[in-house]
């Protein structure tokens, strides 16, 4: 029997990951943006990673429209950021005071952040109420700083040694 909804959020609250944002720039939508923990790399050759999507999120309408997004790693000094992206402001109220500039298509890296990856769309496939979206990366921008962890609901930080 498979676990509810709660057991499986449970769960995966014991999960420590980085915070990203995933953001893109289409015609029809404009800039959009959303707060995500669910990103990991695919392949080397070529360079490619996955991000997971709710099928209800505007974002990945505009993903969709453009064939293109951006994976900004916030740094630990990106909290605000995080919350901003993450739901209940617009679109436009999430990129109001984020500094950005535009990457290869128009999709915004997010200044300040970790890295940034300009990624063109090569596979989507549904999984339940999310899309894997696939992209291939022409274009990685590395900052320096500390990551922006999560973990058990919390923002976390790494140990200093």
């Known amino acids: 029997m498979a676990v509810t909804g709660d057991e499986f959020k449970q769960a995966m609250q014991q999960w420590a990951s980085g915070v990203a944002v995933v953001a893109t720039h289409s015609e029809k939508f404009g800039i959009q943006g959303m707060t995500v923990t669910a990103f990991a790399s695919v392949s080397m050759t070529p ?3 996955l991000v997971c999507v709710n099928e209800a999120a505007d974002t990945g309408e505009g993903i969709k429209e453009s064939g293109r997004f951006s994976v900004n790693v916030l740094s630990d000094q990106q909290q605000d950021v995080s919350n901003h992206f993450a739901g ?6 999430r990129f109001e005071n984020t500094a950005w500039t535009p990457g290869i298509a128009g999709v915004p890296l997010l200044n300040g952040s970790l890295l940034s990856l300009d990624c063109r769309v090569v596979e989507k496939v549904r999984a339940g109420t999310h899309w894997i979206i696939i992209g ?6 590395c900052r320096s700083g500390e990551p922006l962890l999560y973990f058990r ?3 976390r930080a790494l140990a200093t040694a």
């Open 153 to 155: 609901s919390q923002y």
């Open 136 to 141: 291939e990366i022409e274009d990685a921008v």
């Open 47 to 49: 360079p490619q990673i």
């Open 88 to 93: 209940g402001l617009s679109q436009e109220q």
